[in-house]
């Protein structure tokens, strides 16, 4: 199985500064075959289920604001607030598309400071 | 736009089996793979498998032995069955569509675009 290891397991960020998120896999997720990461990003607020902000390590699901950017490729990848609202209080986990099963990380825990 | 409900009893006994389904609305099930995911209070996200549309299936090894889903395209549905339950059972059990990229010449999915509410279980006597 491919390990996703997301860090850090909380933090604190000041509206409108930047959160940043790491999420690290045991393996690469990177298909040779069309050159595209099979890592996803999503976002949970609690009572809610997990929403789809971003594929492919770095694509924009439509309708997600573009202050949320993924970056990345092989093993290592970062999703980025660039500008943290309120809105965005939530658990963010990473996920692993790349062989089944399919994994998630621990989350991460976005809170305001 | 494409609507995902799970329904099911929400108090299983132990040893017994766990049914869910989740009906589609909005949308046909053609096409995509959909996954069952749980989630035990106040923790992480567990993929249990999913199922394509043909009806070819991938579970978690995990669970594999307990596990069965399976797909009605005429009534839009998808099930999913966990048998011989324990209170570790206990949980939060999602359906989700999953992306689908064909290029390639095989089709793999990529993202879980659509989620249903969810619906929880509890495993007690």
């Known amino acids: 199985d491919i390990v996703m290891t997301q860090s850090p397991d909380s933090l604190a960020v000041s509206l409108g500064e930047r959160a940043t998120i790491n999420c690290k896999s045991s393996?690469?997720?990177?298909?040779?075959?069309?050159?595209?990461?099979?890592l996803t990003w999503y976002q949970q607020k609690p009572g809610q289920p997990p929403k789809l902000l971003i594929y492919?390590?770095?694509t924009r699901e439509f309708g997600v604001p573009d202050r949320f950017s993924g970056s990345g490729s092989g093993t290592d990848f970062t999703l980025t607030i660039s500008s943290l609202q309120a809105e965005d209080v939530a658990v963010y986990y990473c996920q692993q598309y790349y062989s089944t099963p399919l994994t998630f990380g621990g989350g991460t825990k976005v809170e305001i400071k | 736009q494409v609507q995902l409900q799970e329904s099911g009893p929400g108090l299983v006994k132990p040893s017994e089996t766990l049914s869910l389904t989740c009906s589609v609305s909005g949308g046909s099930i053609s096409g995509y793979f959909w996954s069952w995911i749980r989630q035990p209070p106040g923790k992480g996200l567990e993929w249990i498998g999913y199922i394509y549309y043909s009806g070819s299936t991938n579970y978690n090894p995990s669970l594999k032995s307990r596990v069965t889903i399976s797909v009605d395209t005429s009534r839009n549905q998808v099930s999913l069955k966990v048998s011989s339950v324990t209170a570790a059972d206990t949980a939060v059990y999602y359906c989700?569509?999953?992306?689908?990229?064909?290029?390639?010449?095989?089709?793999?999915?990529?993202?879980?675009?659509?989620w249903g509410q969810g619906t929880t279980v509890t495993v007690s006597s």
């Open positions: 393996q690469s997720v990177l298909s040779s075959s069309n050159n595209k990461n099979y």
């Open positions: 989700a569509r999953d992306m689908v990229d064909c290029s390639g010449g095989r089709c793999s999915a990529y993202g879980m675009d659509v």
């Open positions: 492919w390590a770095s």
